[in-house]
């Protein structure tokens, strides 16, 4: 019973390279999110996919891009890296556990850009 | 503009003490108020969850309180432990855009 599995868990960039993170869920859920967090924001959304098929933005999609391969697979591409992405990446599905209602997070991808 | 205002930052209790974490929001659209604990280098994990209807749910030792009239809720976690130090994020779902919007974060440090 993975949940939310996200590779990698690191990764340090250069200012300009592109890179995919990859997130899979195996818990049937519709919903699939990004996030990043930062010390003292808390955690901000990138992007939303609320179905196959859909996505949308969150609040901060500036320099990033989605892509919703199928219900399992959401990825999300920076495509010129800029150290103000340096962040902790988190993917999260949305569904319940047991009676409660919420998100089901990966363990994170910490990436830097120099 | 922060949807969901915490408080505190930080926080340090006493083995066996109470820890009290409180939150904050303006937009009457939320109806969905869950809270998330997380562990160094790991992803947020759902803790306890309570809807607007009800004014406290527990499960174990963690207890939500809320507010409807001042827009509060507050996650009290009762005899804490060492286990339970970790950062606690607070979350407001917006019902009609199936969206969360989480507080900033309260590190916990419980002393043994």
């Known amino acids: 019973n993975a949940g939310v599995t996200q590779t990698p868990k690191f990764q340090v960039l250069k200012t300009g390279q592109s890179m995919t993170l990859q997130c899979a869920q195996d818990?049937?859920?519709?919903?699939m999110y990004w996030y990043r967090q930062d010390p003292g924001m808390g955690l901000r959304l990138i992007y939303y996919?609320?179905?196959?098929?859909?996505?949308d933005k969150g609040e901060v999609p500036n320099g990033y891009n989605v892509s919703r391969l199928n219900k399992r697979e959401f990825s999300l591409r920076l495509e010129s890296a800029a150290p103000s992405q340096t962040s902790v990446y988190f993917c999260?599905?949305?569904?319940?556990?047991?009676?409660?209602?919420?998100?089901?997070f990966g363990s994170g991808t910490r990436l830097t850009v120099v | 503009q922060q949807q969901v205002k915490q408080s505190p930052q930080s926080l340090i209790v006493q083995k066996g003490g109470i820890s009290i974490i409180n939150c904050a929001y303006e937009?009457?659209?939320?109806?969905?108020f869950p809270w998330y604990q997380q562990f160094p280098g790991k992803g947020p994990a759902l803790l306890i969850a309570?809807?607007?209807?009800?004014s406290e749910k527990k499960e174990g030792r963690f207890t939500i309180s809320f507010n409807k009239s001042a827009k509060q809720f507050s996650l009290h976690i009762m005899d804490s432990q060492p286990g339970d130090s970790a950062t606690y994020f607070c979350?407001?779902?917006?019902?009609?855009?199936?969206?969360?919007?989480f507080g900033s974060g309260t590190k916990l440090n419980v002393k043994p």
């Open positions: 999260a599905s949305r569904g319940y556990k047991g009676s409660d209602y919420g998100y089901t």
């Open positions: 818990m049937n859920h519709n919903s």
């Open positions: 996919s609320a179905s196959e098929g859909t996505t």
């Open positions: 937009n009457t659209a939320f109806d969905y």
């Open positions: 309570i809807r607007p209807d009800v």
């Open positions: 979350a407001a779902r917006l019902y009609n855009f199936n969206k969360f919007y």
